[in-house]
Every structure is written in C-alpha cells, then in structure tokens.
C-alpha cells in the first residue's frame, strides 16, 4: 500500500479523501487502484466505501462524510485481496487505523499489526491504562521492526500516532506529514509515489486547509461537461460558482485542432471565475479533444484539476 492518511476534526473525511485525490493528481506509481476510506460516525461506529479500482473518484462516498470529524484512508494499486477492510482497521467508539507498505501483516502472535495497535487502544496495558495511538504504534512497530509496514492511528478524541518500522525506515522513497493542534491532527505516510517537490507536505497541505475550512488552500476543479477550447492570447480556464469548467482558452496555434487525447490544460495556467484570478493549474488536464471542444473522459479522476490560490502554499 502506498499511502495512508488519518485525520481528525471539522471536515476530517474530506481531508484523507482530497489528501488521496491529490497524490492521484499530483504523483506517480501505485495510486489510483484499491481504496479504502473509514469514519466514524455521528454514534462512533465505524463506516467503510471500499473500492479494488479507480481510486477514491470510484468510492461510493455519502456527502455528509466530508464532515465526519475522525476519517482515514489507504490506497495503493488495483486489486488487492480480499476483504479490504482489513487494511484498515476500525473499532466502535475507539479509532481507526491505517497506514502504508503492509499495515494488515500478522504479527508475532498471529494478529495484524493494524488490529493490534488498535486492540491496544481499546484495552488496558501492562501499565493498567489504554495507549495512546502513538504509545499503541511505537510499541507494536518495536516488537515487529523488522515487518514491512508503517502504521497512522487516531482515536475518537483525535489524538494520533504515526511511525514506520525499522525495515521501511530504511527506504528511500518515503513522505511523512504530520501536524497536531488543540482542535485538529492529521497523519499522513507515503512510499513510491513520485512527483516534483515534496508529495508529503503538498498532501499535507492540502488536507489541513480542508481541517481548516480555508478558502485560501488548493482546490479543485471539474471538467463535468464539453466545453468549448478556443485559441486565445494566453492560457486560461474559465470555471462557475460551482467549480464547474465552462471554456477553456489556449495559446497554443495546434491544440484545437487536434482530435485525440491530449493536455488540454497546461501547468501553471490562469483559472478564473467571472473574470477573478482564483490561482494556477498545479496539473495538468489530459482530455478528449475533438471539434474545438474539450470533452470529459471515462477516469472521473481525469477530469479533475487540481488548482493552488495565490495564497496557497505551492
């Protein structure tokens, strides 16, 4: 598995799920296969969408789980084994647990490093007391360092805890994001995804700004219909209220002729509304163009463009 992510807070299900939506933007690798998001709802009962294909754009995700205030996730690849829940691991009232490389490895004892850190936050310790996530990961990662995984816990207070084996330690494709706050946490882990910069914190980023609920973070945009691609003096992506693209213009003399597949929104290209600078395309749009019109494709995923404000971190 190559990315987890566990949030907590305002809008903590939108967090891991646009945290994920971004690393398929922005990176390469094993993204955009298998998924599997988790909250806890309302009760503190543990909610699963899974998907073996497509990527979080494929996960059959309610609305209102954008708002959820405990959420994780992990993705990889496509078609991993069955059940895929047990690459994340739940308990009622409790907290979740998720992670990267393989979270769902049976340890010493026989139980997965996942279920074990988070029997470890429902049951009391040596010491009399239930862990803390990071108490609970150190201690199952310690004894297992050697395993193949890195392990992201939040409980349904929002207190988390985050690590790596020694053996993945020791890995040099690795992004790690963390950042904790009276009001929020948020824990992110990422192997073999590669993309320009730093994936970890652009991720990161992204996902605190929706714990935020700020406007000036990066956002995303949605070819949902064929719009109209006209030659123009310079690039730029015209959007509604909605963030719904409505025409796009370019500047370069071969593109709207062209009848295939192809980037139909450059890097760094102007996105406005209403004639207002939003920000800059951070991806690039990679579409059917056919008859001076740019069209949707069949990957939801494809469609999607993912833009930074003037303000936002880059």
Same mark, same amino acid.
């Not at 990315?3 to 891991?16: E, K, L, N, Q, R």
């Not at 205030?69 to 308990?91: K, M, N």
């Not at 760094?268 to 991806?283: M, N, P, S």
């Given at each position: 598995?190559?990315?987890? %992510?566990?949030?907590?807070?305002?809008?903590?299900?939108?967090? %891991?799920?646009?945290?994920?939506?971004?690393?398929?933007?922005?990176?390469?690798?094993?993204?955009?296969?298998?998924? %599997?998001?988790?909250?806890?709802?309302?009760?503190?009962?543990?909610?699963?969408?899974?998907?073996?294909?497509?990527?979080?754009?494929?996960?059959?995700?309610?609305?209102?789980?954008?708002?959820?205030?405990?959420?994780?996730?992990?993705?990889?690849?496509?078609?991993?084994?069955?059940?895929?829940?047990?690459?994340?691991?739940?308990?009622?009232?409790?907290?979740? %647990?998720?992670?990267?490389?393989?979270?769902?490895?049976?340890?010493?004892?026989?139980?997965?490093?996942?279920?074990?850190?988070?029997?470890?936050?429902?049951?009391?310790?040596?010491?009399?007391?239930?862990?803390?996530?990071?108490?609970?990961?150190?201690?199952?990662?310690?004894?297992?360092?050697?395993?193949?995984?890195?392990?992201?816990?939040?409980?349904?207070?929002?207190?988390?805890?985050?690590?790596?084996?020694?053996?993945?330690?020791?890995?040099?494709?690795?992004?790690?994001?963390?950042?904790?706050?009276?009001?929020?946490?948020?824990?992110?882990?990422? @192997?073999?995804?590669?993309?320009?910069?730093?994936?970890?914190?652009?991720?990161?980023?992204?996902?605190?700004?929706?714990?935020?609920?700020?406007?000036?973070?990066?956002?995303?945009?949605?070819?949902?219909?064929?719009?109209?691609?006209?030659?123009?003096?310079?690039?730029?992506?015209?959007?509604?209220?909605?963030?719904?693209?409505?025409?796009?213009?370019?500047? @370069?003399?071969?593109?709207?002729?062209?009848?295939?597949?192809?980037?139909?929104?450059?890097?760094?290209?102007?996105?406005?509304?209403?004639?207002?600078?939003?920000?800059?395309?951070?991806?690039?749009?990679?579409?059917?163009?056919?008859?001076?019109?740019?069209?949707?494709?069949? @990957?939801?995923?494809? @469609?999607?463009?993912?833009?930074?404000?003037?303000?936002?971190?880059?």
């Amino acid at each position: 598995m190559t990315i987890g %992510v566990a949030a907590f807070g305002d809008h903590a299900g939108a967090a %891991v799920y646009d945290a994920v939506l971004g690393a398929e933007l922005l990176g390469r690798g094993a993204i955009g296969g298998f998924a %599997v998001l988790a909250v806890l709802d309302a009760a503190g009962v543990v909610q699963y969408r899974v998907t073996q294909r497509g990527g979080v754009t494929a996960l059959d995700m309610p609305a209102a789980w954008r708002d959820a205030r405990v959420a994780a996730i992990i993705s990889s690849g496509p078609d991993r084994p069955e059940p895929l829940t047990q690459f994340l691991a739940g308990a009622d009232g409790v907290g979740l %647990v998720t992670g990267h490389r393989l979270p769902n490895l049976p340890g010493h004892d026989g139980v997965a490093l996942n279920r074990a850190t988070l029997g470890r936050l429902s049951h009391s310790g040596s010491a009399g007391a239930r862990q803390t996530p990071q108490q609970a990961v150190d201690a199952v990662l310690q004894a297992h360092a050697e395993s193949d995984a890195g392990l992201v816990a939040i409980d349904i207070h929002g207190r988390l805890g985050m690590a790596n084996s020694a053996r993945v330690r020791r890995r040099d494709d690795l992004g790690e994001f963390q950042r904790v706050t009276p009001a929020a946490s948020l824990g992110l882990l990422h @192997n073999s995804i590669y993309a320009r910069g730093d994936l970890a914190a652009q991720l990161g980023e992204l996902a605190w700004s929706r714990l935020q609920s700020s406007a000036a973070g990066p956002s995303f945009i949605t070819l949902r219909l064929p719009v109209p691609l006209t030659q123009a003096a310079k690039d730029c992506v015209h959007v509604d209220a909605r963030g719904a693209i409505v025409a796009i213009e370019t500047a @370069n003399p071969a593109l709207t002729a062209l009848d295939r597949i192809g980037t139909v929104v450059y890097l760094a290209t102007e996105v406005r509304r209403d004639g207002i600078l939003l920000g800059k395309a951070a991806t690039e749009l990679y579409v059917r163009i056919h008859a001076g019109t740019a069209w949707p494709v069949d @990957n939801p995923a494809q @469609n999607i463009l993912l833009i930074h404000s003037d303000s936002s971190p880059a």
